[in-house]
Structures are given as structure tokens and as C-alpha cells.
């Protein structure tokens, strides 16, 4: 990058970034899978993940594959006209389902919309009679919107809303009710640290991840002397095409070809203290695998951040 072009992308990058966040290579051989998948802590459970055919929630599904469970997948698979930027593909929802059996472990592919909410309780349905329970229930499908307050139309403003928000109430609504018939489980909604601060180049995205986690809270509540947990985990940036794509790069540095790499750099160079850009969605994954785990077993109502340091700028 050259300073001319560093300096002025860095003041609207920085201010995209910290909108976003101020805020592995997932080595395996098929030997250690069958080793993982016979005594794994997730042996025999099951895990229904939205938005899980690429990116964080295809890591969460390897992460919670590896340790033994059994993985729905349900992701849009499709590109709606309103979505701006490329969504997962059919392709990517069964390159997902083959990845995540790879684990040694039985994965259903369900393509759907987390706006439907007909289509979510057919999916919970059929994980029923697939796999006889549900018991790791990852919201995490959504998309991002970049543009200033003032400047977004209805369509805009609906789209994000229905999809992040409206799209979590239905995935918890739709799933809830077999949890707590069967007296168990651990949720967790894929908040942001845009829902911890204020935002002002993502002011939707960041409103409805702030949502979430009262969701979050909410639901902790409702369902905890049923001993199902509920949390919001936190990411900053994370290497996956919801940032690294052009439509949300453009918006963020109009006009000045800014690419990933660069706003990889200054991730690195000014948002998080530690020496990271954009890392890797397996660290998220790692973050819900302990959250469904046993070291987890009474932490509920929590907000978990990833911020390589980034949070330790906010108040307590
Ligand atoms: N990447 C980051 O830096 C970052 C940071 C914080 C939080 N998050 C959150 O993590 C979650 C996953 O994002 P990601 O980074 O993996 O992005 P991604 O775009 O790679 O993955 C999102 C997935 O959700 C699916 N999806 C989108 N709309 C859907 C709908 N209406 N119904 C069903 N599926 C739908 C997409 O097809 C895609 O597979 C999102 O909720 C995002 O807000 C991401």
C-alpha cells in the first residue's frame, strides 16, 4: 500500500473496523478422526447449526464433528436479489456436509432460510427423526450491512433485521421446544463485538447484534432450571466472506480498491492488540466447542468475546 493511499484508507478502514469490532488450518488425519469420534466428549449428540455452509459456522461444525456430534447443517444456500454481497452456494452446502463427515460423524444438509420459520421447524423435525435429539443449538446465520445512519432504504433496514434478528428468534423458536422437552442443551447465538459498542459505519448489523445478546440473556433465563445454557459469543474479525468481498470492502473505502490483505493489515496494525488481523473462524469454533462442553457446564448468560485484546479497551 503506499502511505498516500495508507493514511487516507486507514481513517475510513479503522472507522469500518472499529465499527466492526472494536471488537488453521484444521489439521486432521482420518485415523485421529475415528480416535476422536469414538471417545469424543460429543459422542452421540447432535448440533443444528444455521449459516453453517461456509466460514464460522462450517468451523463450529467441524469443531463440534471432531468431538463426536452428529451436525445438521441449514443455510440458505442461494442468492436472494436483497443480499448484496455473495452468500454460500449450493456447492458450498455440500462441500460442507462432506467436510464434516469427514469427521467420522453423520451430517444432514438442510437448505433453508432462517426467515421461514415453517422451514425451521421442518428442519428440527427432521433432525428429530434423524438423530433423536438436539442438544447444541449454534445461531449463526446473518449477514452484514455497511452504510451510515440516514443513508439505508426500507429494503435494507428489513433485510438485515429479518435475517440477523427476526432469522434468531425463529431458529430458537423453532428448536427451543425439543430442547426443553428432552431437559437439556446449550445454545449459543454468533453475536459481534459490534454489539458491544457503538458503530457507526455498521449501525444495523451492530443494532442487531446487540439484540442478540439480550436474546441471549433473555433466553438464559427462561431455560435454566432446565440446565440448558445459553451465551452469545463475540468475534471481531474473522477471515470469511462476510468482510472479504467487494461490495462491503468498497463501502467501507469508496472508490480507493482497498483489498483484503490491506485491511488485514491494519486489523493487525491497529485494532488488535495482539498480533492478529482477521484470524481464523476454527477460533470461534473452539470458543462454542467449550461452551458446549463440560468446563462449561454452569457458565449461561455470558457474553464471550474474541478479541484478541481489542475488548480490553471497553469498561468492565
Ligand atoms: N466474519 C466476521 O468478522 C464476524 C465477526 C463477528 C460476528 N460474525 C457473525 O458470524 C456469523 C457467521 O458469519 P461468517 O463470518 O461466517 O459469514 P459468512 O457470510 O461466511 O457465512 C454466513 C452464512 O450464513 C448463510 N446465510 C445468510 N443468510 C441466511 C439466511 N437468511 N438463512 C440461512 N442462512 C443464511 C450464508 O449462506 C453463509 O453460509 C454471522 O452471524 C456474523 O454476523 C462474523
Redesign the pocket.
Known amino acids: 500500500m503506499t502511505e498516500d493511499l495508507k493514511t487516507a484508507s486507514r481513517r475510513q478502514v479503522l472507522a469500518g473496523a472499529a465499527g466492526?469490532?472494536l471488537?488453521a488450518a484444521t489439521l486432521s488425519a482420518t485415523g485421529a478422526h475415528a480416535q476422536e469420534q469414538a471417545g469424543g466428549a460429543f459422542a452421540g449428540k447432535t448440533a443444528f447449526i444455521?449459516?453453517?455452509?461456509?466460514?464460522?459456522?462450517?468451523?463450529c461444525a467441524e469443531e463440534l464433528a471432531k468431538g463426536g456430534a452428529n451436525v445438521v447443517l441449514?443455510?440458505?444456500?442461494?442468492q436472494?436479489a436483497e443480499?448484496p454481497?455473495p452468500?454460500?452456494t449450493e456447492e458450498?452446502?455440500a462441500n460442507a456436509k462432506a467436510t464434516v463427515e469427514s469427521h467420522g460423524v453423520k451430517c444432514l444438509a438442510i437448505k433453508?432460510?432462517?426467515?421461514d420459520f415453517d422451514a425451521l421447524q421442518a428442519a428440527v423435525a427432521q433432525t428429530q427423526s434423524e438423530f433423536g435429539s438436539l442438544d447444541f443449538l449454534i445461531v449463526?446465520?446473518?449477514?452484514?450491512q455497511p452504510g451510515r445512519l440516514g443513508g439505508f432504504d426500507e429494503e435494507q433496514v428489513r433485510t438485515i433485521t429479518?435475517?440477523?434478528l427476526i432469522?434468531s428468534i425463529n431458529t430458537m423458536q423453532a428448536a427451543m421446544p425439543m430442547m426443553q422437552e428432552q431437559g437439556s442443551g446449550r445454545i449459543i447465538l454468533?453475536?459481534?463485538?459490534?454489539g458491544r459498542a457503538g458503530s457507526d459505519n455498521f449501525p444495523l448489523?451492530g443494532a442487531t447484534?446487540w439484540a442478540m445478546i439480550g436474546l441471549a440473556k433473555s433466553a438464559a433465563l427462561t431455560v435454566a432450571p432446565l440446565n440448558i445454557t445459553v451465551n452469545a459469543v463475540?468475534?471481531?474479525?474473522?477471515?470469511?466472506?462476510?468482510?472479504d468481498n467487494e461490495y462491503v470492502l468498497n463501502a467501507l473505502a469508496p472508490g480507493q480498491g482497498v483489498t483484503f490483505e490491506q485491511f488485514d493489515a491494519l486489523a493487525n496494525q491497529q485494532i488488535h492488540p495482539m498480533d492478529v488481523g482477521?484470524y481464523e473462524?476454527v477460533e470461534?469454533g473452539r470458543t462454542v466447542a467449550f461452551l458446549c462442553g463440560d468446563g462449561a457446564q454452569f457458565i449461561s448468560g455470558e457474553v464471550v468475546d474474541i478479541g484478541a485484546a481489542a475488548n480490553a479497551r471497553f469498561p468492565a
Do not use: E, H, Q
Open positions: 466492526i469490532g471488537a444455521t449459516g453453517g455452509a461456509r466460514g464460522i459456522g462450517l468451523a441449514y443455510d440458505i444456500a442461494a436472494p443480499i454481497y452468500m454460500a458450498d452446502l433453508g432460510d432462517v426467515r449463526n446465520a446473518g449477514i452484514t429479518d435475517i440477523n432469522g454468533m453475536a459481534s463485538t459490534t448489523y447484534k463475540c468475534p471481531t474479525l474473522v477471515r470469511t466472506k462476510l468482510l482477521f473462524p470461534v
